[in-house]
């Protein structure tokens, strides 16, 4: 599965973005799917994932109320709306898939798309 996320950008605090993660083959929808973030000079971390039906999501407590992902199988998309940013949201956002993961949330993926940057300012 190759993964493509776009939708990233400058935004003032308090503002929004909506992310996407488009597959180019049909298992994504066998897929769980999850999206990562890492901000300059630190480690890569979990932002969000949501089962492969979209029955189950899963949160970071850094951004639970405020981030929501979400996905269409037909369209072998999934997305991350981002709301009420923070200047600390400021990363490069990953999106990832793992395919018939045996637990969830998963805690493996197997394949990576490129990242987008979300540059929030303050």
């Known amino acids: 599965v190759q993964l493509q996320a776009s939708g990233g950008g400058l935004v003032q605090a308090g503002g929004s973005l909506r992310l996407s993660c488009a597959a180019s083959?049909?298992?994504?929808?066998?897929?769980?799917i999850g999206w990562f973030r890492q901000a300059p000079g630190k480690e890569r971390e979990f932002v969000a994932a949501?089962?492969?039906?979209?029955?189950?999501?899963y949160y970071a407590d850094s951004v639970k109320g405020r981030f929501t992902i979400s996905r269409d199988n037909a369209k072998n998309t999934a997305y991350l709306q981002m709301n009420s940013l923070k200047a600390e949201d400021t990363a490069v956002y990953y999106c990832?898939?793992?395919?018939?993961?045996?637990?969830?949330?998963?805690?493996?993926?197997?394949?990576w798309g490129q990242g987008t940057p979300v540059t929030v300012s303050s």
């Open positions: 990832a898939a793992a395919f018939l993961p045996p637990r969830w949330p998963p805690d493996g993926y197997d394949f």
């Open positions: 083959e049909h298992p994504f929808s066998s897929c769980d």
């Open positions: 949501i089962r492969w039906a979209g029955s189950s999501t």
